[in-house]
Nanobody
Framework: QVHLVESGGGLVQPGESLRLSCAAS????????MGWYRQAPGKERELVAR?????????????KGRFAISRNSANRKVYLQNTVYLQMNSLKPEDTAAYYC??????????????WGQGTQVTVSS
């Protein structure tokens, strides 16, 4: 099984920054992509940012230029190779939501997986 542990959420004022982290562990095998999604009360879950193993990135229009997704695949520490970060700058009240990490890949038995983290709350308010 693959497990995701997210951290870094919190309460900030508009214009401030936060960095979310998501560490994958377990039978990871080969990761195809890691990403962040968010869900505000009464709204559907939406893609925030996604990073493919090829290096391709996708961002929601609403966060382009403010958020950045990254992963240090070359880190010597294996557990850090499988950690994805979401740097969020110039936060706005409309960024308030529960943020969920997602990873997709193939485990060591070549079975596909699509796993979600438990979510971390980000609240932007003055």
């Amino acid at each position: 099984q693959v497990h995701l542990v997210e951290s870094g959420g919190g309460l900030v004022q508009p214009g401030e920054s936060l960095r979310l982290s998501c560490a994958a562990s377990g039978d990871i095998g080969s990761i195809n992509a890691m990403g962040w999604y968010r869900q505000a009360p009464g709204k559907e879950r939406e893609l925030v940012a996604r990073l493919e193993s090829s290096g391709n990135t996708t961002y929601a229009d609403s966060v382009k230029g403010r958020f950045a997704i990254s992963r240090n695949s070359a880190n010597r520490k294996v557990y850090l190779q499988n950690t994805v970060y979401l740097q969020m700058n110039s936060l706005k009240p409309e960024d308030t939501a529960a943020y969920y990490c997602n990873t997709q890949g193939w485990n060591t038995e070549l079975r596909p997986y699509d796993v979600w983290g438990q979510g971390t709350q980000v609240t932007v308010s003055s």
